[in-house]
């Protein structure tokens, strides 16, 4: 049995407890972006795309295994290496490179968290607020995220994963209840376990309104189910997520000798984030797969409306609620990722409490809040910029991906079942990558 730094045998109770870095992982990746975009597949292509879901899941917990088995083994950081090797401008790139996938991803978070209110106080309530009125409650919000960082604590880290450990059982009971009250079928849930073609349920609404140019549409509604296609397969297999891994097991302090406690936490989190997405995808495909288009999906009020005949006017509270634990849960750990990966790529260490990681968590924050207040005072659709944001994130994952695997192939150990995983998920990212570039392209 496997013993604690202390010396003590590691019981099944101690293990449970001392999990945490892949819980951080599942807390920042299941944000309210990838909640809305699961909730947007499941809406348009049923149970179809379910199968997805434990695929990206799987290749999740192989990077994430290997960033942490890299964060244990190595002296130095991910960046350092890149920088030894290659060069400091290299380590430039690849810092650069996730600070923009975490901008994306913030960016939906601040417009998730507009829906998450709306589902909470009602559509008609939200929509007496004016654009310029709900930009500056979210940089209220971003500021109180920034007081939190600033006003620290030297436990951070510690306080950070009890608080996803919360927000996580907070997600799994909402969606779970909205996931029961949607009363799916057992046989429809295991067939879309099988891999298929999804058949869009727009074909059928696209049949009833007349079209001046039926080829532009069909390629361009090719386009966008692909970025939906893709933006959930991001959701779950988030390698910038994975990346960070390696640098909470060195906050964390974790040595070889918890390599096994490694894999177990890597199992245990990615698994729960996987159970939550396909919750999620459930209840929409359960509730709203060929009653609304997903072009009307438009808040959290709506997601959750064919369920108020059981819910009653509970129903967009609770389907909120899980959004809101999302976007509380990715707001400051997502930015924190781009600020410690950023702050190491170019050379200034990747300490938490460091005044440096600091300042550049706060620009990730506060570029994510431009970013969103833009596209809600433009009146862009959230639910469309949630998507599209989600797919674009992917362009940066190869170059992450790539360094993960090279730093895999260096250790001596490295078991080959997971040498075939994170190759698997290189090719997965860069095929993703390269499709959306044709698409946005084309």
């Given at each position: 049995m496997?013993?604690?730094?202390?010396?003590?045998?590691?019981?099944?109770?101690?293990?449970?407890?001392?999990?945490?870095?892949?819980i951080?992982?599942?807390?920042v990746?299941?944000g309210?972006?990838?909640?809305v975009?699961?909730?947007?597949?499941?809406?348009?292509?049923?149970?179809?795309l379910?199968?997805?879901?434990?695929?990206?899941?799987?290749?999740?917990?192989?990077?994430?295994?290997?960033?942490?088995l890299?964060?244990?083994?190595?002296?130095?950081?991910?960046?350092?290496?890149v920088?030894?090797?290659?060069?400091r401008?290299?380590?430039?790139?690849?810092?650069?490179?996730?600070?923009?996938?975490?901008?994306?991803?913030?960016?939906?978070?601040?417009?998730?968290?507009?829906?998450?209110?709306?589902?909470?106080?009602?559509?008609?309530?939200?929509?007496?607020?004016?654009?310029?009125a709900?930009?500056?409650?979210?940089?209220?919000?971003?500021?109180?995220?920034?007081?939190?960082?600033?006003?620290?604590r030297?436990d951070?880290?510690?306080?950070?994963e009890?608080?996803?450990?919360?927000?996580?059982?907070?997600?799994?009971?909402?969606?779970?209840?909205?996931?029961?009250?949607?009363?799916?079928?057992?046989?429809?849930?295991?067939?879309?376990?099988?891999?298929?073609?999804?058949?869009?349920?727009?074909?059928?609404?696209?049949?009833l309104e007349?079209?001046?140019?039926?080829?532009?549409?069909?390629?361009?509604?090719?386009?966008?189910?692909?970025?939906?296609?893709?933006?959930?397969?991001?959701?779950?297999?988030?390698?910038?997520?994975?990346?960070y891994?390696?640098?909470?097991?060195?906050?964390?302090?974790?040595?070889?000798?918890?390599?096994r406690?490694?894999?177990?936490?890597?199992?245990?989190?990615?698994?729960?984030?996987?159970?939550?997405?396909?919750?999620?995808?459930i209840?929409?495909?359960?509730?709203?797969?060929?009653?609304?288009?997903?072009?009307?999906?438009?808040d959290?009020?709506?997601?959750?409306?064919?369920?108020?005949?059981?819910?009653?006017?509970?129903?967009?509270?609770?389907?909120?609620?899980?959004?809101?634990?999302g976007?509380?849960?990715?707001?400051?750990?997502n930015?924190?990722?781009?600020?410690?990966?950023?702050?190491?790529?170019?050379?200034?260490?990747?300490?938490?409490q460091?005044n440096?990681?600091?300042?550049?968590?706060i620009?990730?924050?506060?570029?994510?809040?431009?970013?969103?207040?833009?596209?809600?005072?433009?009146?862009?659709?959230?639910?469309?910029?949630?998507?599209?944001?989600?797919?674009?994130?992917?362009?940066c994952?190869?170059?992450?991906?790539?360094?993960?695997?090279?730093?895999?192939?260096?250790?001596?150990?490295?078991?080959?079942?997971?040498?075939?995983l994170?190759?698997?998920?290189?090719?997965v990212?860069?095929?993703l990558?390269?499709?959306?570039?044709?698409?946005?392209?084309?």
């Open positions: 496997e013993s604690s730094a202390s010396g003590e045998p590691l019981t099944p109770r101690k293990t449970l407890f001392r999990i945490g870095p892949a951080v992982v599942a807390a990746v299941l309210p972006g990838s909640i975009t699961a909730s947007r597949v499941g809406c348009e292509y049923g149970l179809s379910l199968w997805v879901v434990p695929v990206a899941g799987v290749l999740m917990i192989g990077m994430t295994t290997a960033a942490m890299i964060g244990v083994s190595k002296r130095e950081t991910l960046c350092q290496s920088a030894n090797a290659f060069g401008p290299a380590a430039w790139v690849v810092g650069i490179s996730l600070m923009i996938a975490i901008t994306l991803f913030q960016a939906s978070n601040n417009n998730a968290m507009l829906m998450a209110v709306g589902g909470l106080i009602g559509k008609d309530s939200m929509s007496g607020f004016s654009s310029l709900k930009s500056g409650w979210l940089l209220l919000f971003n500021f109180g995220i920034i007081g939190i960082l600033i006003a620290g030297r951070l880290y510690r306080w950070i009890r608080a996803m450990m919360g927000l996580v059982g907070m997600m799994v009971l909402s969606f779970g209840l909205s996931m029961l009250a949607s009363s799916p079928s057992i046989v429809d849930i295991a067939w879309g376990l099988i891999p298929s073609s999804p058949e869009s349920s727009l074909s059928a609404s696209n049949a007349p079209s001046a140019s039926p080829d532009a549409d069909a390629v361009s509604m090719s386009a966008i189910s692909w970025m939906s296609v893709g933006a959930l397969i991001a959701t779950t297999f988030s390698v910038a997520g994975a990346f891994q390696s640098y909470q097991v060195r906050e964390k302090g974790w040595t070889v000798a918890q390599t406690l490694g894999i177990i936490d890597s199992v245990f989190g990615i698994s729960a984030l996987a159970v939550i997405t396909s919750m999620i995808l209840t929409a495909a359960t509730a709203l797969h060929g009653r609304i288009a997903p072009s009307e999906l438009t959290a009020s709506v997601v959750a409306m064919s369920l108020e005949p059981l819910f009653g006017k509970w129903a967009s509270i609770v389907f909120a609620l899980g959004i809101l634990a976007a509380v849960s990715s707001f400051l750990v930015a924190l990722i781009g600020g410690v990966v950023f702050c190491d790529a170019l050379g200034w260490g990747c300490k938490m460091s440096q990681v600091r300042f550049a968590t620009a990730a924050l506060l570029l994510g809040w431009a970013i969103a207040s833009t596209v809600s005072l433009t009146g862009i659709d959230l639910v469309s910029f949630i998507v599209v944001a989600q797919s674009l994130t992917v362009l994952f190869p170059i992450l991906a790539a360094v993960l695997v090279w730093q895999l192939h260096s250790l001596e150990r490295a078991p080959m079942i997971l040498k075939i994170v190759w698997c998920g290189l090719l990212v860069v095929g990558a390269t499709r959306t570039v044709w698409n946005l392209v084309g």
